[in-house]
Protein backbone atom coordinates (compact mmCIF):
# COMPACT_ATOMS: atom_id res chain seq x y z
CA UNK A 1 0.00 0.00 0.00
CA UNK A 2 1.15 3.73 -0.65
CA UNK A 3 0.62 6.76 1.27
CA UNK A 4 1.26 9.93 -0.54
CA UNK A 5 1.79 12.76 2.15
CA UNK A 6 -0.10 16.07 1.91
CA UNK A 7 1.27 19.03 -0.78
CA UNK A 8 2.03 21.32 2.70
CA UNK A 9 3.87 18.68 4.28
CA UNK A 10 6.64 20.08 6.50
CA UNK A 11 9.36 18.26 6.18
CA UNK A 12 12.74 18.69 7.96
CA UNK A 13 15.05 18.61 10.54
CA UNK A 14 15.52 20.18 14.35
CA UNK A 15 18.57 21.51 16.24
CA UNK A 16 18.79 23.57 19.44
CA UNK A 17 21.50 26.81 20.06
CA UNK A 18 23.34 25.05 22.79
CA UNK A 19 23.85 21.75 20.82
CA UNK A 20 24.89 23.47 17.92
CA UNK A 21 25.94 26.98 17.91
CA UNK A 22 29.41 26.53 20.18
CA UNK A 23 30.54 29.53 22.66
CA UNK A 24 27.72 29.62 24.72
CA UNK A 25 29.08 30.85 27.76
CA UNK A 26 26.39 33.07 29.10
CA UNK A 27 23.98 30.54 30.01
CA UNK A 28 23.64 28.24 32.63
CA UNK A 29 24.91 25.25 31.09
CA UNK A 30 28.11 26.39 30.09
CA UNK A 31 28.67 27.14 33.96
CA UNK A 32 27.27 23.63 34.93
CA UNK A 33 29.67 22.48 32.36
CA UNK A 34 32.72 23.86 34.26
CA UNK A 35 32.58 21.09 36.59
CA UNK A 36 32.46 18.16 34.26
CA UNK A 37 35.56 16.94 32.18
CA UNK A 38 36.55 18.58 29.07
CA UNK A 39 35.41 16.36 26.70
CA UNK A 40 31.72 16.10 28.06
CA UNK A 41 31.53 19.65 27.26
CA UNK A 42 29.84 21.78 24.58
CA UNK A 43 32.82 24.54 23.60
CA UNK A 44 32.39 24.55 19.70
CA UNK A 45 29.82 22.29 19.30
CA UNK A 46 28.93 21.96 15.59
CA UNK A 47 30.38 25.92 15.40
CA UNK A 48 27.03 26.60 13.89
CA UNK A 49 27.12 30.23 14.65
CA UNK A 50 29.45 30.95 12.04
CA UNK A 51 28.48 28.26 9.57
CA UNK A 52 24.85 27.77 9.47
CA UNK A 53 24.86 28.87 5.88
CA UNK A 54 26.74 25.95 4.83
CA UNK A 55 24.72 23.76 6.52
CA UNK A 56 21.27 25.19 5.22
CA UNK A 57 22.47 25.05 1.41
CA UNK A 58 23.16 21.17 2.62
CA UNK A 59 19.40 21.32 4.43
CA UNK A 60 18.36 22.35 0.80
CA UNK A 61 20.06 19.66 -1.08
CA UNK A 62 18.30 17.05 0.80
CA UNK A 63 15.13 18.59 0.12
CA UNK A 64 14.13 20.00 3.00
CA UNK A 65 11.30 22.86 3.51
CA UNK A 66 11.20 23.34 7.52
CA UNK A 67 14.20 23.76 9.90
CA UNK A 68 13.40 24.09 13.73
CA UNK A 69 15.81 25.82 15.67
CA UNK A 70 16.04 27.93 19.03
CA UNK A 71 17.09 31.01 19.67
CA UNK A 72 19.73 31.87 22.41
CA UNK A 73 18.33 33.78 25.18
CA UNK A 74 21.61 34.40 26.73
CA UNK A 75 22.52 35.73 23.39
CA UNK A 76 19.87 37.97 22.99
CA UNK A 77 19.44 39.45 26.46
CA UNK A 78 23.37 39.34 27.73
CA UNK A 79 22.26 41.05 30.84
CA UNK A 80 18.47 41.78 32.19
CA UNK A 81 17.10 44.51 30.42
CA UNK A 82 19.62 44.83 27.55
CA UNK A 83 19.08 43.36 24.58
CA UNK A 84 21.53 43.07 21.91
CA UNK A 85 20.69 43.99 18.47
CA UNK A 86 23.68 42.00 16.64
CA UNK A 87 22.37 38.83 17.67
CA UNK A 88 18.97 39.98 16.93
CA UNK A 89 20.60 40.44 13.26
CA UNK A 90 22.31 37.55 13.14
CA UNK A 91 19.11 35.43 14.04
CA UNK A 92 17.54 37.44 11.20
CA UNK A 93 20.17 36.56 8.79
CA UNK A 94 19.53 32.63 9.60
CA UNK A 95 15.93 33.31 9.03
CA UNK A 96 16.28 34.70 5.76
CA UNK A 97 18.70 32.20 4.81
CA UNK A 98 16.10 29.55 5.22
CA UNK A 99 13.52 31.75 3.50
CA UNK A 100 15.77 31.87 0.74
CA UNK A 101 16.27 28.18 0.32
CA UNK A 102 12.72 27.47 0.41
CA UNK A 103 12.76 26.41 3.70
CA UNK A 104 9.94 27.36 6.57
CA UNK A 105 11.55 28.27 9.71
CA UNK A 106 10.38 26.94 12.87
CA UNK A 107 11.70 29.10 15.89
CA UNK A 108 12.11 27.60 19.47
CA UNK A 109 12.61 30.49 21.90
CA UNK A 110 13.79 28.49 24.94
CA UNK A 111 15.43 25.12 24.16
CA UNK A 112 16.76 23.99 27.75
CA UNK A 113 19.25 26.87 28.69
CA UNK A 114 18.67 30.44 29.90
CA UNK A 115 20.99 33.24 30.79
CA UNK A 116 23.39 33.43 33.68
CA UNK A 117 21.95 36.42 34.82
CA UNK A 118 18.30 34.40 35.29
CA UNK A 119 20.00 31.66 36.74
CA UNK A 120 21.44 33.86 39.27
CA UNK A 121 18.26 34.94 40.23
CA UNK A 122 16.66 31.26 40.93
CA UNK A 123 16.12 30.79 37.30
CA UNK A 124 12.55 29.78 36.37
CA UNK A 125 11.64 29.78 39.98
CA UNK A 126 11.74 33.33 40.23
CA UNK A 127 8.12 34.54 40.08
CA UNK A 128 9.45 37.16 38.02
CA UNK A 129 10.63 34.56 35.22
CA UNK A 130 7.37 34.36 33.12
CA UNK A 131 7.51 38.36 32.66
CA UNK A 132 11.27 38.18 31.52
CA UNK A 133 10.49 35.90 29.33
CA UNK A 134 7.71 37.61 27.99
CA UNK A 135 10.00 40.93 27.74
CA UNK A 136 12.20 38.72 25.30
CA UNK A 137 9.71 37.12 23.17
CA UNK A 138 8.54 40.50 22.21
CA UNK A 139 12.01 41.77 21.47
CA UNK A 140 12.41 38.38 19.36
CA UNK A 141 9.05 38.96 17.88
CA UNK A 142 9.25 42.36 16.35
CA UNK A 143 12.83 41.26 14.94
CA UNK A 144 11.81 38.08 13.37
CA UNK A 145 8.11 38.11 13.42
CA UNK A 146 7.57 39.59 9.60
CA UNK A 147 9.18 36.19 8.47
CA UNK A 148 8.34 33.60 10.90
CA UNK A 149 5.07 31.64 10.91
CA UNK A 150 5.94 29.15 13.46
CA UNK A 151 6.86 29.41 16.96
CA UNK A 152 7.49 27.10 19.82
CA UNK A 153 8.04 28.91 22.82
CA UNK A 154 9.35 26.18 25.14
CA UNK A 155 10.40 22.79 24.56
CA UNK A 156 9.94 19.51 26.73
CA UNK A 157 8.58 21.66 29.51
CA UNK A 158 8.29 18.28 31.51
CA UNK A 159 11.43 16.40 30.79
CA UNK A 160 13.12 20.37 32.44
CA UNK A 161 11.33 19.80 34.79
CA UNK A 162 11.97 16.39 35.41
CA UNK A 163 15.65 16.30 34.75
CA UNK A 164 16.68 19.84 36.28
CA UNK A 165 14.38 19.79 39.33
CA UNK A 166 13.99 16.42 40.20
CA UNK A 167 16.48 13.92 39.55
CA UNK A 168 19.31 17.15 39.12
CA UNK A 169 21.10 15.44 36.54
CA UNK A 170 20.92 19.07 34.41
CA UNK A 171 21.40 22.61 35.82
CA UNK A 172 20.63 23.63 38.68
CA UNK A 173 21.04 20.25 39.68
CA UNK A 174 18.02 20.18 42.11
CA UNK A 175 15.83 17.16 43.80
CA UNK A 176 12.67 18.85 45.11
CA UNK A 177 9.18 18.10 44.39
CA UNK A 178 8.39 21.43 46.12
CA UNK A 179 10.68 23.57 43.33
CA UNK A 180 9.88 21.09 40.43
CA UNK A 181 6.23 22.22 40.95
CA UNK A 182 7.16 25.38 40.95
CA UNK A 183 8.90 25.45 37.97
CA UNK A 184 5.93 23.79 35.96
CA UNK A 185 3.71 26.45 37.02
CA UNK A 186 6.25 29.24 35.84
CA UNK A 187 7.09 27.39 32.35
CA UNK A 188 3.22 27.50 31.78
CA UNK A 189 2.92 31.51 32.70
CA UNK A 190 5.95 31.68 30.95
CA UNK A 191 4.34 30.04 28.06
CA UNK A 192 0.68 31.74 28.39
CA UNK A 193 2.51 35.31 28.60
CA UNK A 194 4.60 34.54 25.30
CA UNK A 195 1.62 33.44 23.41
CA UNK A 196 -0.14 36.73 24.42
CA UNK A 197 2.92 38.63 23.55
CA UNK A 198 3.40 37.10 20.08
CA UNK A 199 -0.01 37.52 18.83
CA UNK A 200 0.25 41.16 20.30
CA UNK A 201 2.72 42.12 18.30
CA UNK A 202 1.35 40.61 15.21
CA UNK A 203 -1.81 42.10 15.62
CA UNK A 204 -0.36 45.69 15.50
CA UNK A 205 1.70 45.24 12.55
CA UNK A 206 -0.79 43.51 10.99
CA UNK A 207 1.15 40.33 9.77
CA UNK A 208 -0.62 37.15 8.88
CA UNK A 209 -1.39 35.35 12.33
CA UNK A 210 1.09 32.79 13.62
CA UNK A 211 0.89 29.29 14.62
CA UNK A 212 2.55 29.16 18.44
CA UNK A 213 2.89 25.95 19.65
CA UNK A 214 4.82 24.00 22.38
CA UNK A 215 7.32 21.09 21.74
CA UNK A 216 6.50 18.25 24.00
CA UNK A 217 8.07 15.22 24.90
CA UNK A 218 5.98 12.08 24.93
CA UNK A 219 6.64 8.50 25.85
CA UNK A 220 5.36 5.38 25.09
CA UNK A 221 4.84 4.57 29.26
CA UNK A 222 4.26 0.70 29.56
CA UNK A 223 3.43 -0.86 32.72
CA UNK A 224 6.75 -3.80 33.51
CA UNK A 225 4.22 -6.24 34.28
CA UNK A 226 0.26 -6.31 33.14
CA UNK A 227 -0.55 -8.40 36.38
CA UNK A 228 0.83 -5.78 38.65
CA UNK A 229 -1.66 -3.22 39.56
CA UNK A 230 1.21 -1.21 41.10
CA UNK A 231 3.42 -1.34 38.03
CA UNK A 232 -0.32 0.49 36.14
CA UNK A 233 -1.24 2.59 37.70
CA UNK A 234 2.45 4.02 37.45
CA UNK A 235 2.88 3.77 34.27
CA UNK A 236 -0.49 5.63 33.58
CA UNK A 237 0.42 8.47 36.10
CA UNK A 238 3.62 8.91 34.37
CA UNK A 239 1.20 8.51 31.11
CA UNK A 240 -0.70 11.82 32.67
CA UNK A 241 1.83 14.04 34.54
CA UNK A 242 4.93 13.78 31.30
CA UNK A 243 2.72 13.78 28.31
CA UNK A 244 -0.17 15.41 28.92
CA UNK A 245 -0.88 17.67 32.40
CA UNK A 246 1.38 20.47 30.27
CA UNK A 247 -0.91 20.21 26.80
CA UNK A 248 -3.94 19.95 29.03
CA UNK A 249 -3.53 22.64 31.13
CA UNK A 250 -2.70 25.24 28.29
CA UNK A 251 -5.49 24.25 26.11
CA UNK A 252 -8.48 24.42 28.43
CA UNK A 253 -12.06 25.41 26.87
CA UNK A 254 -12.01 29.66 26.57
CA UNK A 255 -8.12 29.95 27.83
CA UNK A 256 -6.51 28.25 24.91
CA UNK A 257 -3.05 28.99 24.18
CA UNK A 258 -1.65 26.34 21.84
CA UNK A 259 -2.31 26.81 17.81
CA UNK A 260 -0.65 23.66 17.48
CA UNK A 261 1.09 20.94 19.41
CA UNK A 262 4.37 19.25 18.78
CA UNK A 263 5.40 15.96 19.86
CA UNK A 264 8.84 14.81 20.34
CA UNK A 265 9.15 11.51 20.05
CA UNK A 266 11.86 8.71 20.93
CA UNK A 267 11.01 6.11 22.71
CA UNK A 268 9.19 3.10 25.05
CA UNK A 269 9.79 2.86 28.67
CA UNK A 270 8.62 0.24 31.20
CA UNK A 271 7.75 1.32 34.67
CA UNK A 272 7.97 -1.11 37.69
CA UNK A 273 6.42 -0.26 41.25
CA UNK A 274 7.61 -2.23 44.33
CA UNK A 275 4.18 -1.57 45.75
CA UNK A 276 4.29 -0.36 49.16
CA UNK A 277 7.73 -0.74 48.97
CA UNK A 278 8.30 2.43 46.90
CA UNK A 279 8.76 5.51 48.04
CA UNK A 280 7.83 6.60 44.36
CA UNK A 281 4.25 6.54 43.47
CA UNK A 282 5.64 7.30 39.65
CA UNK A 283 7.49 3.88 40.03
CA UNK A 284 10.89 3.22 38.53
CA UNK A 285 12.26 2.89 34.79
CA UNK A 286 12.95 -1.20 34.05
CA UNK A 287 14.91 -1.56 31.19
CA UNK A 288 14.23 -4.84 29.50
CA UNK A 289 17.04 -6.84 28.69
CA UNK A 290 15.36 -8.70 25.90
CA UNK A 291 17.47 -9.22 22.56
CA UNK A 292 14.86 -8.85 20.53
CA UNK A 293 14.16 -5.45 21.88
CA UNK A 294 16.15 -3.07 19.45
CA UNK A 295 17.50 0.19 21.08
CA UNK A 296 19.65 3.37 19.88
CA UNK A 297 23.07 3.91 20.88
CA UNK A 298 21.96 5.32 24.02
CA UNK A 299 19.69 2.37 25.03
CA UNK A 300 16.36 3.50 24.53
CA UNK A 301 13.94 1.10 23.19
CA UNK A 302 12.96 2.04 19.30
CA UNK A 303 8.99 1.63 19.06
CA UNK A 304 7.83 3.45 15.69
CA UNK A 305 4.12 2.06 16.91
CA UNK A 306 4.27 4.18 19.76
CA UNK A 307 4.72 7.53 17.62
CA UNK A 308 1.30 6.42 16.06
CA UNK A 309 -0.47 5.28 19.39
CA UNK A 310 0.70 8.94 20.75
CA UNK A 311 -0.34 10.64 17.85
CA UNK A 312 -4.24 9.49 17.93
CA UNK A 313 -3.92 10.16 21.66
CA UNK A 314 -3.09 13.75 21.14
CA UNK A 315 -5.96 13.81 18.84
CA UNK A 316 -8.25 14.33 21.17
CA UNK A 317 -7.06 17.75 21.92
CA UNK A 318 -8.59 18.92 18.24
CA UNK A 319 -5.24 20.68 17.10
CA UNK A 320 -2.67 20.08 14.34
CA UNK A 321 -0.36 18.47 15.60
CA UNK A 322 3.82 18.93 14.35
CA UNK A 323 6.09 16.21 14.72
CA UNK A 324 8.57 18.51 16.18
CA UNK A 325 11.22 15.74 17.17
CA UNK A 326 12.06 12.45 15.94
CA UNK A 327 14.88 10.87 16.07
CA UNK A 328 18.23 7.99 16.37
CA UNK A 329 21.71 7.73 17.52
CA UNK A 330 23.33 5.19 16.42
CA UNK A 331 26.61 4.36 14.81
CA UNK A 332 24.83 1.97 12.35
CA UNK A 333 23.43 4.03 9.56
CA UNK A 334 21.20 1.73 8.29
CA UNK A 335 19.12 1.53 11.37
CA UNK A 336 18.43 4.97 10.94
CA UNK A 337 17.21 4.55 7.43
CA UNK A 338 15.07 2.28 8.94
CA UNK A 339 14.29 3.87 11.72
CA UNK A 340 13.14 7.02 9.49
CA UNK A 341 10.78 5.21 7.60
CA UNK A 342 9.14 3.17 10.66
CA UNK A 343 8.31 6.35 12.14
CA UNK A 344 7.32 8.06 8.89
CA UNK A 345 4.54 4.92 8.61
CA UNK A 346 3.59 5.45 12.06
CA UNK A 347 2.76 9.36 11.07
CA UNK A 348 1.33 8.37 7.66
CA UNK A 349 -1.53 6.04 9.55
CA UNK A 350 -2.31 8.43 11.62
CA UNK A 351 -2.95 11.02 9.18
CA UNK A 352 -4.63 8.18 6.75
CA UNK A 353 -6.95 8.08 9.88
CA UNK A 354 -7.71 11.49 9.80
CA UNK A 355 -5.37 13.12 12.53
CA UNK A 356 -4.24 16.24 11.33
CA UNK A 357 -0.49 16.04 11.03
CA UNK A 358 1.25 19.04 9.53
CA UNK A 359 5.06 17.79 9.65
CA UNK A 360 7.70 15.36 10.78
CA UNK A 361 11.07 16.85 11.76
CA UNK A 362 13.58 14.42 12.15
CA UNK A 363 16.44 15.00 15.07
CA UNK A 364 19.02 16.05 14.51
CA UNK A 365 20.41 17.74 10.88
CA UNK A 366 23.77 17.31 12.21
CA UNK A 367 25.64 15.50 15.35
CA UNK A 368 25.55 17.21 17.92
CA UNK A 369 26.09 18.10 21.85
CA UNK A 370 23.57 15.40 23.31
CA UNK A 371 23.93 17.61 26.91
CA UNK A 372 24.97 15.14 29.69
CA UNK A 373 25.65 12.65 27.29
CA UNK A 374 28.31 14.54 25.72
CA UNK A 375 29.27 14.30 21.70
CA UNK A 376 29.55 10.53 21.77
CA UNK A 377 25.81 9.89 20.06
CA UNK A 378 25.24 10.28 16.84
CA UNK A 379 21.69 11.63 16.01
CA UNK A 380 22.36 13.55 12.38
CA UNK A 381 21.92 13.25 9.00
CA UNK A 382 24.88 15.20 8.82
CA UNK A 383 27.71 13.46 10.26
CA UNK A 384 29.99 16.21 11.48
CA UNK A 385 34.01 15.39 12.00
CA UNK A 386 34.54 17.93 15.83
CA UNK A 387 38.37 17.87 14.96
CA UNK A 388 38.29 19.55 11.20
CA UNK A 389 34.05 20.57 11.66
CA UNK A 390 33.72 18.84 8.32
CA UNK A 391 30.17 17.73 7.50
CA UNK A 392 29.31 14.46 5.51
CA UNK A 393 25.70 13.85 4.24
CA UNK A 394 24.94 10.21 5.35
CA UNK A 395 23.25 7.82 3.35
CA UNK A 396 20.12 7.71 5.75
CA UNK A 397 19.74 11.76 4.74
CA UNK A 398 19.47 10.63 1.36
CA UNK A 399 17.00 7.91 2.20
CA UNK A 400 14.85 10.59 3.81
CA UNK A 401 15.20 12.99 0.76
CA UNK A 402 14.10 10.41 -1.58
CA UNK A 403 10.69 10.45 0.65
CA UNK A 404 10.60 13.78 0.69
CA UNK A 405 11.25 14.48 -3.23
CA UNK A 406 8.26 11.54 -3.89
CA UNK A 407 6.19 12.61 -1.05
CA UNK A 408 5.21 9.28 -0.69
CA UNK A 409 5.79 6.32 1.36
CA UNK A 410 5.13 2.49 0.83
CA UNK A 411 4.13 0.21 3.57
C1 LIG B 1 15.12 15.92 23.19
C2 LIG B 1 15.72 17.31 23.28
C3 LIG B 1 16.85 17.55 22.34
C4 LIG B 1 17.72 16.36 22.08
C5 LIG B 1 16.93 15.08 21.93
C6 LIG B 1 17.73 13.80 21.84
O1 LIG B 1 14.56 15.58 24.40
O2 LIG B 1 14.73 18.27 23.03
O3 LIG B 1 17.53 18.68 22.81
O4 LIG B 1 18.75 16.28 22.98
O5 LIG B 1 16.04 14.93 22.97
O6 LIG B 1 18.00 13.31 23.09
Known amino acids: MEFTFPKDFLWGAA ?3 HQVEGNNTNNDWWQWEQRIPLEMRSGLACDEWNRFEEDFKLAQTLGLTAYRFSLEWSRIE ?14 RDMVLSLRSKGIEPIVTLNHFTIPLWLAGQGGWLSDKSPEFFAQYVHKATEALGNDVHYWITLNEPAVYTYKSYIVGQWPPGEKSAIKAFKIAQNLAKAHVLAYGKIKEVYTQKGWKKPMVGIAQQVLIFEPS ?18 NHLFVQALTRRKTGTLDFIGLNYYMRQYVRNRGFLSANIFGEEHVLENPSVRKNSLGWEIFPQGLHAL ?6 YKLPILISENGICTNDDAQRSEFIVEHLTAVALAIKEGVPVIGYLY ?3 LDNY ?10 GLIEVDYK ?10 KKFEGIIRSGRIRF
Request: proline fraction near 5%; aromatic fraction near 14%.
Open 225 to 242: SDRSLWDRISAGLRDWMI
Open 78 to 91: PSPGQFDNSALDHY
Open 311 to 316: IKAFSK
Open 15 to 17: TSS
Open 370 to 379: EWADGFAPRF
Open 388 to 397: TQGRKVRDSA
Open 363 to 365: WSL
